[in-house]
């Protein structure tokens, strides 16, 4: 696992290292030269665009670095400004450099450009100067360097609406955020690490790696049977979303990712139309009308027996009698209960405090809007403290929440994991039922769901890049990613 910091956690842990240090600006010179041996010498002409603040001090710290591999470097200047620490190094080098001052040149004769205007720090818009700068320097074909975190980029959420685009961002001793979530992957096309050997006072988040899911497929054993690896249950559908293919193929992911049974519970209107696509699964006719199923208590009092997970809600649509499904699972089920899609805009209308008195042990798989629902807060505010907004309500709830995003949030209230796998080609509907199939396979045969809700997240984006090697971001489907689950797998296990 990669560790994360929150802007705060890292600014808290710099202070307390300068506050021990012989002089405030060593951790800038270890920050600067570490981002530096990153920096491949084979660049002729360097320019390094530089702010006001600290940021431009690990620029002036790598300019350095360059000009004693007899670089030819060039510092761009915002304004002739520069905080205490960022003053003492560009004092070392101002006069075996050109320093250009927000003058009208030709970005395109370097052929390397860094990105040291605005550190970790920054937040809110773009002031104009910065603005032009950086989208004339988008428009450039020279290879592109940011230091610490894109210009532009809010280091905590990863929101932006313009930031410099860089072909390899350098993180100052940790990541951040920022790095990860909402739009940084539009910006972002490589990261590396400088490592800066700093403490940090409080828990970092984590990045999930491939290496990191090994624990949750441990060898079988020979002398073993089907129920050792979970009886799933899935349970949705409805006459608008009649689940042949979707559905289906939740129950095919769910299988091809360890499952030992998997039991499709769908209303009996539409489970004709399902018959033909189950091969490895077994179907569980429930009470329906003409559009959707019907709850009916002795048919819920069966299907929970012996299961060790449930994923629940996917295309289910009446919320009325969703509810009463749902309400009646809180109360009576106490294995593994995933609720996702209507089962979470059933659970938006009904007190909240059910969760907290439950037996089961509940992983909710909201998206953003479906999030804001649970939470009566905007997605704007959502998006401005994700990880805290949702880590506070799977502490208060006493549950496992999966924020699903372009980068997803998994925590329990104490932990927070994120995946960042996946591709653009998921923003279609079915990809999320596709991930409730998994997470109901991993979470039935280990006894950690909390990494095994994080591991169903980062195989479900893996095999949707795994489907985009033969495919395009448009024509990929949830059912191509379906299918490409144990492909995920048979790549992670074979580590």
């Known amino acids: 696992m990669i560790n994360i910091t929150s802007v705060n956690n890292m600014k808290k842990s710099e202070e307390i290292y300068i506050k021990n240090s012989?002089?405030?600006?060593?951790?800038?010179?270890?920050?600067?030269?570490?981002?530096a041996s990153f920096?491949?010498?084979?660049?002729?002409?360097?320019?390094?665009?530089?702010?006001?603040?600290?940021n431009a001090g690990d620029g002036y710290v790598i300019a350095n670095e360059l000009l004693k591999d007899n670089i030819d470097v060039s510092i761009y200047l915002i304004e002739y400004k520069f905080s205490l620490d960022s003053l003492h190094f560009y004092n070392l080098i101002k006069d075996k450099v050109k320093t250009i001052i927000n003058e009208e040149i030709?970005?395109?004769?370097?052929?390397?450009?860094?990105?040291?205007?605005?550190?970790?720090?920054?937040?809110?818009?773009?002031?104009?100067?910065?603005?032009?700068?950086?989208?004339?320097?988008n428009q450039i074909n020279s290879y592109k360097i940011s230091i610490d975190i894109n210009s532009g980029i809010d280091s905590e959420t990863g929101l932006t609406y313009l930031a410099f685009k860089s072909d390899l961002t350098i993180a100052i001793g940790y990541l951040k955020p920022g790095h990860i979530l909402n739009m940084a992957k539009d910006y972002i096309k490589n990261i590396k690490i400088a490592p800066l050997n700093l403490s940090l006072i409080e828990n970092p988040y984590y990045l999930i790696e491939e290496k990191d899911l090994l624990p949750l497929f441990k060898k079988r054993l020979n002398y073993s049977h089907k129920g050792n690896y979970g009886y799933d249950v899935l349970i949705g559908g409805s006459i608008n979303y009649s689940g042949a293919p979707r559905l289906a193929l939740i129950a095919n992911s769910s299988v091809r990712s360890g499952a030992g049974v998997v039991k499709l519970a769908v209303p009996n209107s539409i489970a004709k139309q399902i018959i033909p696509y189950i091969l490895d699964a077994t179907l569980y006719p429930l009470s329906s009308n003409d559009n959707s199923f019907i709850f009916k208590e002795e048919e819920f009092i069966?299907?929970?027996?012996n299961t060790k997970s449930i994923a629940f809600g996917m295309g289910l649509m009446d919320i009325k009698e969703t509810k009463?499904?749902?309400?009646?699972?809180?109360?009576?089920?106490?294995?593994?209960?995933?609720?996702?899609?209507?089962?979470?805009?059933?659970?938006?209308?009904?007190?909240?405090?059910i969760l907290k008195n439950s037996k089961a042990k509940i992983i909710l798989t909201p998206h953003l809007k479906e999030f804001s629902r649970l939470t009566k807060l905007s997605i704007q505010k959502?998006?401005?403290?994700?990880?805290?907004?949702?880590?506070?309500?799977?502490?208060?709830y006493g549950l496992i929440l999966i924020l699903k995003g372009t980068a997803t949030i998994i925590t329990d209230g104490d932990k927070?994991?994120?995946?960042?796998?996946?591709?653009?080609?998921?923003?279609?509907g079915g990809s999320g039922d596709v991930l409730s199939g998994v997470i109901a396979a991993l979470v039935g045969f280990n006894d950690d769901i909390l990494l095994a809700s994080a591991g169903a997240s980062y195989i479900n984006g893996k095999a949707a890049e795994i489907v985009l090697k033969n495919h395009s971001e448009y024509t990929m489907t949830a059912s191509d990613t379906a299918l490409a689950v144990a492909l995920a797998i048979d790549e992670i296990i074979k580590l």
């Not at 920096?39 to 600290?54: A, M």
């Not at 052929?111 to 720090?121: E, R, V």
């Not at 069966?302 to 027996?305: N, R, S, Y």
């Not at 927070?416 to 279609?428: C, F, L, W």
């Open 382 to 396: 959502i998006n401005l403290d994700p990880i805290n907004i949702a880590l506070n309500f799977a502490k208060e």
């Open 106 to 137: 030709d970005f395109n004769k370097y052929d390397l450009i860094i990105d040291c205007l605005l550190g970790t720090g920054f937040k809110g818009n773009l002031k104009l100067e910065y603005e032009n700068l950086i989208k004339k320097i």
């Open 39 to 54: 920096i491949e010498r084979k660049y002729k002409k360097v320019l390094i665009l530089c702010g006001k603040g600290n």
């Open 416 to 428: 927070v994991y994120i995946t960042n796998t996946g591709t653009p080609g998921m923003a279609k």
């Open 22 to 35: 012989k002089h405030s600006y060593d951790l800038m010179e270890k920050a600067g030269i570490s981002a």
């Open 302 to 305: 069966d299907l929970i027996k």
């Open 324 to 353: 009463k499904a749902l309400i009646f699972l809180l109360n009576n089920y106490d294995k593994n209960l995933i609720i996702d899609a209507d089962g979470i805009n059933a659970l938006s209308q009904i007190d909240l405090s």
